[in-house]
């Protein structure tokens, strides 16, 4: 969540009408993807109004409203669009927009292990309610985005000039190693703390469906696992070891699915590096709070001399 597109309740406020129009208009500006307002009307309903920007497609929309249908559905607390006059996608300022359920909640300070304990339960209901999904989308964050990203700074000769050449070479070893065999499902695609909520350590809701994707769930939890079980280099073996203790009750892996955790896991960090890093140097309008791409990296190094599979 960011704010790149500036805009006032008078632009917005016909969509509003049905709850008698708009009170208060807040811009969130944490995250980096797309224009968020927090909106409060005057019958006091809150919402979420996003602005899709550059890597978000108009034509996906559909795709990701009937995601997060789809798990509310099931059960999971997440956003899901309000229609307004049989619409769920509109513009303004020439960009796509939608309004969103309100999720109560807020990110976690710091883990404990009642948190740990009810994050594993709501990620495995979440993969378990993936994996029977008909919905399908390919996932573009990864080999395809790390080509494009590279080869925007083939003339590069930054600070982080070394850290892109070590990425290069990483991408092109193991590019091809990714298997073809493994079951896919819905899954998230960016399961920071950011976009998980909790309400007295207990999680209260999922947002920002807006990577979903077909994949493995291998692929999600290795984001999950880059995002929540490192800091400043230190891998917090003791939450890592709960939170999956208590995930594997109520889902199975297969014995190619963890084989190929250090990979994925690998390939996460890439993602997270070269997206920040082409954030930091493409995205530099709005009111944006950019992310340290030297923090994925760390992580990568960490996966290349430790095997986090060995714990399963």
């Known amino acids: 969540m960011a704010v790149y597109t500036k805009i006032d309740e008078q632009e917005i406020g016909a969509l509003f009408e049905d709850f008698n129009g708009i009170n208060h208009i807040y ?9 968020n307002y927090l909106i409060i ?7 979420i109004f996003t602005i899709f920007e550059k890597r978000t497609k108009k034509s996906d929309l559909p795709f990701f409203h009937q995601a997060m249908q789809e798990f509310k559905l099931n059960g999971i607390n997440c956003p899901t669009p309000i229609m307004v006059n049989d619409k769920e996608i509109f513009e303004v300022k020439k960009k796509p927009c ?8 807020s990110q976690i300070s710091s883990l404990n292990d009642q948190a740990m304990i009810s994050l594993s339960a709501s990620v495995s209901n979440v993969h378990n309610i993936g994996i029977k999904s008909k919905l399908y989308r390919e996932n573009n964050m990864l080999k395809p ?3 494009y ?7 590069y000769d930054g600070k982080y000039n070394n850290e892109i050449n070590y990425i ?25 703390k950011d976009n998980i909520f909790f309400q007295n350590n207990e999680v209260s809701g999922f947002i920002d469906f807006f990577f979903t994707c077909s994949d493995t769930i291998v692929y999600d939890l290795s984001t999950l696992i880059n995002a929540w079980f490192y ?13 999956f203790n208590h995930y594997f009750d109520s889902i199975t892996w297969t014995n190619e699915e963890k084989e190929n955790l250090n990979l ?38 960490f996966h290349e001399k430790n095997n986090l599979q060995d714990f399963f």
Request: proline share 2%; glycine share 6%.
């Open 27 to 35: 811009g969130i500006t944490q995250g980096v993807e797309n224009t």
């Open 41 to 47: 009307t005057k019958s006091q309903k809150k919402f």
């Open 98 to 105: 939608a309004i969103y359920t309100f999720i109560n909640g």
């Open 145 to 147: 985005t790390w080509k």
């Open 149 to 155: 990203i590279i080869d925007k700074f083939k003339d």
């Open 168 to 192: 290069t070479n990483v991408v092109n070893n193991l590019e091809k190693k990714f298997p073809k065999n493994l079951r896919l499902g819905l899954v998230h695609g960016d399961l920071f």
């Open 231 to 243: 800091n400043y280099n230190h891998f917090d073996e003791h939450h890592f070891q709960i939170f």
């Open 264 to 301: 994925y896991l690998k390939a996460s960090a890439i993602r997270f590096f070269l997206t920040r890093m082409y954030d930091q140097y493409f995205n530099k309008n709005g009111e944006v709070n950019h992310k340290d791409p030297l923090e994925f990296f760390e992580i990568l190094q």
